[in-house]
């Protein structure tokens, strides 16, 4: 865009230009300064008591549809393991193993080095495939605990579960949590009520609603407290053992009452989304850091199209418009403060559009890498958009970016 100098344009004292070096350290250092706070609250923790994990999504060559579902089906199970909270990632096993440089099957090492990238001292990881028999996928799930062997169970399961709110593949996927954990099995409690809408409620934890006075839970083995609330309703309290990997029905006749503002589960507050918010404020600053940068390139055009036009009238001796022998030319002097305004400006575009062009790059990764613009819409159940997983790798002769787009 901009053209190339002349030795008589861009002649210019040592003290007026500027080094790319310290610039790129100046960008730097604001884009870390940016980012900072949006990693400092995403590294928060829910609950100091829970034992925090990461699930990676499940890795598969030949059954991307059933390893998404058994992904979500086995984050879900995680959120609601007592002593277990769930730490959100969109990154995929294939795409840690890339850029760690990982063996084709994951050893001791690269596991390793993947907990090391994700500063975690435990993670979920696991393979699909189709077998042994047609019209079924197996599924190799693995917990690595850092300092520990890894837990791994192998079960193979039909190729028709692919919605992770399908109730089988959620037994599925609680065999595989609890199995690699240790945690004791689920139960499902089958709820039904004389009431259409209202909260059941576990051991006095909202645990669901009543869907046309239906409702099915998944809660641990043993002992618990069942209670139905719904408004103009007196509560109804049951107790019963559940057993692991059964079907538990439960009958709940309501009798009207006083309204129990406690019926209805309160939502979780949503936490706020730092990382979004600092993603869009960069790339505003970047694209208005742009814009500017390219006014300023072509103001450098137009000084440089009005130096052109005075150098006709400057005698050819004068060489060097800004010497002490040029100033009694009225000519050469404005050429000469044109000059300089043309090194200003082409300073200004060259430094504010690179700069622009840094922020607003870091502002989308930001944005394409918010892990709370992903999962959720998944783990209902419902078909999640595009996603795009970034993430950075470094060598010993460079580094780079390994991307992997879902759609």
């Not at 209805?264 to 993603?279: D, L, Q, W």
Request: overall charge neutral; aromatic content about 6%.
């Amino acid at each position: 865009m901009l053209l190339p100098r002349r030795a008589s344009l861009f002649t210019a004292p040592v003290s007026r230009r500027l080094r790319f070096s310290q610039l790129t350290a100046a960008i730097l250092t604001l884009v870390a300064g940016v980012a900072a706070p949006t990693k400092s609250a995403h590294a928060e923790l829910p609950s100091s008591r829970a034992t925090p994990v990461y699930v990676l999504d499940v890795d598969s060559d030949d059954a991307e549809d059933q390893a998404e579902a058994l992904s979500s089906a086995l984050r879900s199970r995680v959120r609601t393991a007592t002593g277990y909270s769930l730490l959100e990632t969109n990154q995929a096993l294939s795409t840690l193993m890339v850029a760690l440089k990982c063996p084709p099957k994951p050893d001791a090492p690269c596991l390793q080095r993947i907990g090391d990238q994700l500063r975690a001292d435990r993670f979920i990881w696991g393979t699909l495939s189709k077998g042994p028999s047609p019209h079924m996928v197996t599924g190799d799930v693995h917990l690595w605990t850092r300092g520990k062997p890894d837990a791994t169970l192998r079960e193979s399961y039909t190729d028709n579960l692919k919605d992770p709110s399908d109730d089988s593949l959620k037994k599925v996927a609680s065999r595989f949590f609890e199995k690699v954990t240790g945690t004791p099995a689920n139960g499902t409690v089958v709820v039904q009520s004389t009431v259409e809408r209202g909260g059941v409620f576990v051991d006095g934890v909202a645990r669901g609603q009543l869907e046309r006075g239906q409702a099915r839970l998944d809660v641990p083995s043993g002992a618990h407290t069942i209670e139905v609330r719904a408004p103009g309703f007196t509560t109804s309290t049951q107790t019963l053992n559940v057993a692991a990997n059964v079907d538990t029905p439960l009958s709940f006749a309501l009798s009207p009452g006083s309204t129990d503002d406690r019926s209805a589960p309160h939502e979780p507050t949503k936490p706020f989304p730092v990382r979004r918010v600092v993603g869009w404020s960069t790339v505003g600053v970047g694209v208005v850091a742009i814009g500017i940068g390219a006014i300023e390139g072509f103001r450098f055009l137009g000084l440089k199209s009005d130096l052109d036009d005075y150098r006709q009238t400057i005698p050819k001796n004068l060489t060097d418009i800004c010497s002490e022998d040029a100033q009694s030319n009225a000519t050469a002097v404005l050429a000469c403060r044109k000059a300089s305004d043309a090194r200003d400006a082409r300073t200004l575009g060259f430094v504010l559009g690179g700069a622009g062009v840094a922020v607003a790059a870091v502002g989308v990764v930001l944005l394409l890498t918010d892990p709370g613009s992903s999962d959720p819409a998944k783990d209902r159940g419902v078909a999640a958009g595009p996603k795009l997983n970034v993430l950075p790798s470094f060598g010993s002769t460079g580094g780079g970016l390994d991307l992997r787009g879902t759609f």
